[in-house]
């Protein structure tokens, strides 16, 4: 099946340094891959769409800026998390839309992002 | 807009017990259900799904049924195991055109725990 692979599992750093996670579609070429953030038990919050090639649509509320997203080819989206505080510590999520799936996404495991 | 309502939790129950989480939704269109599973620290994985009314998605002794009607994706399970703890979300997803799905609108998560 379709595997998405999301990079690093755990990262814990300064406020202030900027944090990149990685998400790899493995078997399938992904034109679509979609960031959500989810906070303590609670449920998925979409952050942004990524498109290859062109630019992420962000839903309302998340700052382009602050969390900078680029889908420079078929198998990889990445997520900046620039000059990250303690409020930005979450744990977040990609996913990967395969167009030969009966699946709308395939989700890779998460990112447990800490600030101190 | 769309929307997706599930049953507060947590639910706690015992080994054999049996299940229910229900869940209702709103959408403009006509969409398709699905219910994920995510097992603590990992990302989502689909469960079971269902594409139109009256039809019954199952998987692992997990079901659920498109009731139309009654705006409802209720998940049924006739006997838990300690494994099955989890947060299950219930979602929806519109279709995009053709076969392709839109994006996916999450309920709040529903926290299952099963005792020996």
């Known amino acids: 099946g379709a595997v998405v692979s999301q990079h690093p599992s755990r990262v814990i750093c300064k406020s202030g340094t900027s944090v990149k996670i990685e998400c790899r579609s493995l078997?399938?070429?992904?034109?679509?891959m979609f960031w959500y953030r989810q906070f303590p038990k609670q449920s998925l919050m979409l952050m942004a769409t990524?498109?290859?090639?062109?630019?992420?649509?962000?839903e309302q509320g998340v700052e382009k800026d602050k969390f900078l997203i680029n889908h420079a080819s078929l198998t990889l989206s990445t997520l900046t998390v620039t000059s990250a505080h303690p409020e930005d510590s979450s744990f977040y999520i990609c996913s990967a839309r395969d167009p030969g799936s009966n699946q709308p996404q395939h989700f890779g495991d998460g990112t447990r992002l800490s600030i101190l | 807009g769309n929307s997706v309502t599930q049953m507060e939790g947590p639910v706690t129950l015992s080994e054999e017990a049996f299940l229910t989480i229900n869940c209702t939704y709103t959408a403009t269109g006509y969409p398709s259900l699905f219910w994920y599973v995510q097992y603590p620290g990992e990302g989502l994985q689909l469960l079971l799904k269902?594409?139109?009314?009256?039809d019954k998605g199952s998987n692992k002794g997990f079901e659920a049924t498109y009731r139309k009607e009654t705006t409802s994706f209720h998940l049924e399970k006739g006997s838990v195991q300690v494994s099955d703890s989890a947060v299950y979300f219930c979602?929806?997803?519109?279709?995009?055109?053709?076969?392709?799905?839109?994006?996916?609108?999450f309920g709040q998560g529903t926290i299952l725990t099963v005792h020996p």
């Open positions: 990524s498109n290859e090639g062109s630019k992420a649509t962000y």
């Open positions: 979602a929806l997803s519109l279709n995009a055109g053709g076969t392709s799905y839109g994006k996916l609108t």
């Open positions: 078997d399938f070429q992904a034109t679509t």
């Open positions: 269902a594409t139109k009314a009256d």
